[in-house]
């Protein structure tokens, strides 16, 4: 019987500990993906600039390089230049997306779906250096969020599980 209570409490520390753990590592995953997007922009608008090929296939070749979620929105929104326009291929590549960026870094990211296959050459260069400009903001505030947040998490987790082992006990 003490056994399969100690079982018990140790699952529960584990369990508490691990889902802190889990939620501290969204705010690491943000600034990754964050600082992956703002690579993938200057991929494509070097791209545009010099191999002056199809938006489409700079997309894909984009997700192809960058193997995660954000090479995944642009493998989507490829996928969705065959059916809609470039811009609202990608607004709906960026809604229907899984990542752990939040709603204000996914508002400034669809902006760039406003001129995106729509104005000539400099037009889209100056967007995604706009686009550019407005992630460095975001990926300064997800670090001052990660700072602050991510060992928040973690020790909560792990005083949460604590707490509750002491009551059970």
């Known amino acids: 019987m003490i056994i399969l209570k100690f079982f018990i409490l140790s699952l529960i520390f584990i369990s508490s500990t691990y889902i802190g753990i889990v939620i501290s590592k969204k705010y690491t995953n943000r600034v ?6 703002k690579n993938a922009l200057t991929i494509f ?11 489409p296939n700079i997309f894909l070749q984009i997700s192809e390089k960058i193997q995660s ?4 929105i642009f493998q989507k929104a490829s996928e969705n230049m065959d059916k809609n ?10 809604e229907n997306s899984y990542t ?3 709603k204000e870094d996914k508002e400034i990211i669809k902006s760039l779906s406003n001129l995106l296959g729509v104005v000539d050459l ?4 100056k967007e995604i250096e706009l686009v550019d400009n407005f992630l460095n903001i975001q990926i300064e505030k997800a670090e001052q969020e990660k700072k602050k ?3 928040m998490y973690k020790t909560l987790g792990v005083t949460i599980g604590l707490a509750m082992v002491i009551v059970l006990i």
């Open 45 to 55: 608008s070097t791209q545009i600039k010099f191999t002056y090929e199809p938006i």
């Open 85 to 94: 326009t470039a811009g609202i291929a990608w607004k709906e590549a960026v």
């Open 149 to 151: 947040n991510e060992k």
């Open 100 to 102: 752990n960026i939040n």
């Open 32 to 37: 990754v993906e964050l600082k992956e997007l």
């Open 122 to 125: 400099e037009g889209q260069i």
């Open 69 to 72: 979620n954000i090479g995944k």
